[in-house]
């Protein structure tokens, strides 16, 4: 059974951080692509960053600079630093994996960044 369990979710001020993390387990094919993405209420979900195994990132550019994103092949799991939080990332963040013949979500941790 494919698990992907999501941490490090919160409530942080403006300028504070946060690390999420995301262990997935139960997946038979191999991993290529672990990222993150993003969802606030009334908008799509968008991509924040995603990591391939060979460790080449990409970033949306409104975290690059921001937010880290970093992997543990031997694990399966994939983590976002997230420094300088503003109130517009706000979201739940969903884990996605994507193997070689299948792609799994995360059931999403909730971010919020409000003083």
């Known amino acids: 059974q494919v698990q992907l369990v999501e941490s490090g979710g919160g409530l942080v001020q403006p300028g504070g951080s946060l690390r999420l993390s995301c262990a997935a387990s139960g997946i038979i094919f191999s991993i290529n692509v672990m990222g993150w993405y993003r969802q606030s209420p009334g908008k799509e979900r968008e991509l924040v960053a995603q990591i391939t195994a060979g460790g080449i990132t990409n970033y949306a550019d409104s975290m690059k600079g921001r937010f880290t994103i970093s992997r543990d092949n031997a694990k399966n799991t994939v983590y976002l630093q997230m420094n300088s939080l503003k109130p517009e990332d706000t979201a739940v963040y969903y884990c996605?994996?994507?193997?070689?013949?299948?792609?799994?979500w995360g059931q999403g941790t909730q971010v919020t960044v409000s003083s």
């Open positions: 996605n994996v994507r193997a070689t013949r299948a792609t799994y």
